[in-house]
């Protein structure tokens, strides 16, 4: 038998255990994480959703008409009006035809990337897409190929010497460095190669694009240039669920075939409610957006000038780089004793040598909360033995 306690203790000695942390109350930047009230610069709640008032009297509304369970999957008696509602609106927000939803971006693309290729096809995978997408690519058992992230001459010559049906999967803004992937040439080399391509958006859906919707319409690709749009609705739309969106005919086809679709649960149709609300939210929320765009460019260029290696970032992603795992958990501890809340993200999260901190902005967050944050990093900087030091 595997010894586990060993393989826990080995964890520990590398500074690779993962522990976690009891929250209490809302979601929100002023969080009370192990009873402790910190200022948190780590979730995904890019606008400040999660705890929205409007969002949470939808749900509360919802629920005498709704009740409360999904209580079966979608093909047997689970699929209710209030998801169908969703799933209109999802197509109508990213400008596609159809919409299909599901009850998390994890199963979203484990299931849709599994469906769409299999065994004999081959699947071509940016090096730092998302696991749920790595995932996808295993639990398909299609070949899959690694590129090196964002280049798509790399890719295109691997699209070239590839024949059969070939499937490119990317994230739009990639969830650990916060950069855009490079849409528009990738679209145009999958044309050429004759390539489906899968573009995950969970970090661009409600922060980047036209009334926040997504990577995709700010790079102005329509359905043919991106025939298949995965979402996330936990982050920035503040809620819970996924969605893929296309055409009928896709929707249709993953219906028979995505496994994640068909052997699950329906989510609550309560929530389906609260997220059509929030959608309503994020198409009315510029002002959201630009208030968050001003913390975004104010974080840069303090931390810039505090000498820290940022990211080729305009998201609100914008992690610190570190390096090796201990100094970026003691970057993590120092910024947490003076009352800040961000996480460091170790291996395999991101490559081997690379940890960092994973600092995020909300339009939830002031100036003022921003300000705090450079405050204490300036305090905490020399504990850093960072690679950019000399630029200091
Ligand atoms: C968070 C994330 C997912 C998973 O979405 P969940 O709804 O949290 O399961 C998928 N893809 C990317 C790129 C993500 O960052």
Do not use: W
Request: glycine fraction near 10%.
């Amino acid at each position: 038998m595997r010894d586990f306690a060993r393989e826990i203790e080995e964890r520990k000695q590398v500074g690779l255990y993962r522990t976690r942390r009891l929250v209490s109350g809302p979601q929100r930047p002023e969080l009370t994480a192990d009873g402790n009230r910190l200022l948190s610069f780590c979730s995904n709640d890019y606008l400040g959703l999660a705890n929205h008032a409007a969002n949470i009297e939808a749900l509360q509304n919802a629920l005498p008409q709704t009740g409360l369970g999904g209580a079966a999957s979608h093909l047997i008696c689970g699929h209710h009006e209030a998801h169908h509602e969703l799933e209109q609106r999802l197509a109508a927000f990213t400008r596609r035809s159809a919409a299909l939803f599901f009850s998390t971006g994890y199963m979203a693309n484990m299931g849709v990337i599994s469906a769409l290729a299999g065994r004999g096809d081959t699947i071509f995978s940016d090096s730092l897409n998302h696991a749920s997408i790595i995932d996808g690519c295993i639990l398909s058992r299609a070949r899959i190929q690694r590129y090196p992230h964002g280049d798509v001459n790399a890719l295109e010559s691997m699209l070239r010497e590839t024949s059969g049906h070939k499937l490119v999967v990317t994230d739009g803004v990639f969830s650990m460095d916060g950069d855009v992937a490079p849409l528009r040439e990738l679209a145009r080399v999958c044309r050429e190669n004759d390539a489906l391509l899968v573009v995950d958006d969970a970090h661009g859906i409600g922060v980047l694009g036209p009334e926040g919707r997504g990577s995709v319409l700010d790079a102005g690709l329509t359905e043919q240039d991106v025939p298949v749009l995965i979402g996330t609705l936990g982050k920035a739309v503040g809620t819970s669920g996924a969605f893929v969106a296309g055409s009928e005919l896709l929707m249709d086809y993953l219906v028979q075939k995505a496994r994640t679709y068909i052997y699950t649960t329906a989510m609550p149709p309560a929530m389906a409610r609260a997220t059509i609300n929030s959608l309503d939210v994020i198409e009315q929320g510029d002002h959201l957006r630009a208030h968050l765009d001003g913390l975004i460019a104010r974080f840069r260029a303090g931390a810039n000038e505090l000498g820290f290696e940022l990211m080729a970032s305009h998201t609100p992603i914008q992690p610190l780089m570190v390096g090796d795992n201990e100094s970026a958990l003691g970057l993590s501890r120092a910024l947490e004793a003076r009352g800040f809340l961000v996480t460091a993200i170790r291996p395999p999260t991101v490559p081997a040598g690379e940890a960092r901190l994973r600092v995020t902005l909300s339009a939830a967050h002031s100036m003022a909360d921003v300000e705090k944050l450079l405050v204490a990093l300036s305090y905490c900087r020399p504990t850093l033995p960072v690679r950019a030091a000399a630029s200091v």
